[in-house]
């Protein structure tokens, strides 16, 4: 199927972009990777009457450190995370950028859209809150930087405003004995995950855990941020014991929905064996090991 007809416009700056949309109204759409905005207009999902491209701004794609962040520009695809040496310094977002769909979809996609979107299946967003991420925006008002806690509101639905855009996302470098893994479960590659996790620890020495964060995705409107879980290792000797309570409070804290993809116990189920395995690469990176990490796939 083609998509219903639109206006196309090519947006030479963000500034550009923002004042377009407001311009257009309700019945723009801004065009990003177009890896989920395309598909749905080809199914007729979605018919905006104008899409602003984003796609021809100088300067939107860009991984840099700056201080004690990492700064990614909203237009960075997801296999520029995935080859980044600055990104390399959090193996999680390698975690993640290469277990995304295919090749075609990494090299399209954009981090800026996947935030945007916020599909409850997307892979950054669990990602991005074990970091602790915040979202820079762009818009008539000016920039806010809101933390990616705050910014996914529910399914497909952000604190965005009308003519605001993603311009940017700023994660905290980690400092000493911290690291993080996400892993998702999908049925195999091009297709949405059944459950991720995404797990974050400061460690104060090989057993003791200052801090942890514990995010969960695909199991729930929006990613889940597993405080329980997280509160099972923060200042705690890491045993198996607390591994267990961390992986059976990351599964109460789930909310799955039966569907294609599995039934509500199922998706719990693994949940729990996604967050132990996150959490044991996270803490062996934590320890300086080199791990490999990412997507487990039923079917290949
Ligand atoms: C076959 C297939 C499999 C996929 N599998 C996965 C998967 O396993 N995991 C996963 O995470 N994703 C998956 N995706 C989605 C992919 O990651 C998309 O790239 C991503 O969700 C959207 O990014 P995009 O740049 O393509 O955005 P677009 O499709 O261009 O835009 C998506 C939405 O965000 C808005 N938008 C885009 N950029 C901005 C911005 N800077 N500011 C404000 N609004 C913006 C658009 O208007 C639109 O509403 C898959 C896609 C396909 C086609």
New binding site residues.
């Given amino acids: 199927m083609i998509p219903a007809p639109f206006a196309y416009h090519r947006a030479a700056s963000l500034a550009e972009a923002s004042r377009l949309l407001l311009e257009l109204g309700e019945e723009a ?11 749905l207009m080809k199914l007729r999902l979605a018919r905006p009457a104008a899409l602003v491209d ?1 796609n021809h701004i100088p300067g939107a794609a860009y991984v840099e450190k700056r201080g004690a962040e990492l700064h990614i520009g ?1 237009m960075t695809r ?1 296999s520029a995370l995935e080859d980044s040496p600055q990104a390399a310094a959090l193996p999680i977002l390698h975690d993640c950028a290469a277990g ?2 295919d090749v075609q ?1 990494r090299n ?3 981090i ?3 935030v ?2 916020a ?1 409850p ?4 967003a669990p990602v991005l809150l074990a970091l602790n991420a915040r979202i820079v925006t762009t818009g008539p008002e000016g920039e806010r930087v809101v933390p990616i806690s705050d910014f996914i509101t529910d399914a497909f639905t952000t604190v ?1 405003r009308p003519g605001e ?2 311009r940017e996302i700023r994660v905290p470098l980690q400092a000493g004995r911290s690291a993080g893994a996400y892993t998702a479960f ?1 049925r195999c590659a ?4 059944t459950a991720s996790a995404a797990v974050q620890v400061h460690m104060m020495d090989e057993d003791f855990c200052i801090e942890a964060r514990v995010a969960l995705g695909s199991v729930g409107l929006t990613p889940i941020v597993a405080t329980e879980a997280a509160a099972a290792l923060t200042g705690q000797a890491i045993t198996p014991l607390a591994i267990e309570r961390a992986a059976e409070a990351a599964m109460a804290a789930a909310d799955p929905q039966p569907d294609l993809r599995g039934s509500a116990d199922y998706k719990r189920v693994l949940v729990g064996a996604l967050t132990r395995r996150a959490l044991l690469a996270a803490l062996a990176r934590a320890r300086g090991e080199r791990v490999e990490m990412g997507h487990e796939y039923a079917a290949l």
């Avoid at 299946?121 to 950054?124: A, E, K, L, S, T």
Wanted: glycine share 16%; net charge negative; proline share 8%.
């Fill in positions: 759409r801004v065009l990003a990777g177009g890896q989920s905005l395309i598909p984003l909203a997801h995304i769909a979809v399209m996609g954009t800026g859209g996947s945007a979107e599909d299946h997307g892979d950054w965005l855009l993603v999908k091009p297709v949405y995950p």
